[in-house]
Nanobody, 124 residues
Framework: QVQLVESGGGLVQAGGSLRLSCAAS????????VGWFRQAPGKEREFVAA????????YYADSVKGRFTISGDNAKNTVFLQMNSLKPEDTAVYYC?????????????????WGRGTQVTVSS
């Protein structure tokens, strides 16, 4: 079993930055794929970014490409999502997800483990 805990959310003005963290317990991320998803009120959950921990593959949604960066820290067993140039439309609950396969995928149903989410609110 893998337990995921997100942190780093908050309220920020448009154009600002936040860094989200996803810490894992129960086992290391080695050999896993880890993704970030978000869900805004009244909308479906959508893919944001994903990383293959051992394979090194990274993928971003077009809506965040060039503004968000996903990375991992082996020593801390943590995945980060650096979010820059934030826009009001980035407002959502952000979820970390993981699965014990290496290929990077964008479909939420392909991830087994999920955190509880962290709220990101971007004011205009």
């Amino acid at each position: 079993q893998v337990q995921l805990v997100e942190s780093g959310g908050g309220l920020v003005q448009a154009g600002g930055s936040l860094r989200l963290s996803c810490a894992a317990s129960g086992r290391t991320f080695s050999g896993y794929r880890v993704g970030w998803f978000r869900q805004a009120p009244g909308k479906e959950r959508e893919f944001v970014a994903a990383i293959s921990w051992s394979g090194g593959s990274i993928y971003y949604a077009d809506s965040v490409k060039g503004r968000f960066t996903i990375s991992g820290d082996n020593a801390k067993n943590t995945v980060f999502l650096q979010m820059n140039s934030l826009k009001p439309e980035d407002t959502a609950v952000y979820y970390c997800a993981a699965d014990d396969r290496l290929d990077v995928v964008v479909t939420s149903s392909e991830y087994i483990y999920w955190g509880r989410g962290t709220q990101v609110t971007v004011s205009s």
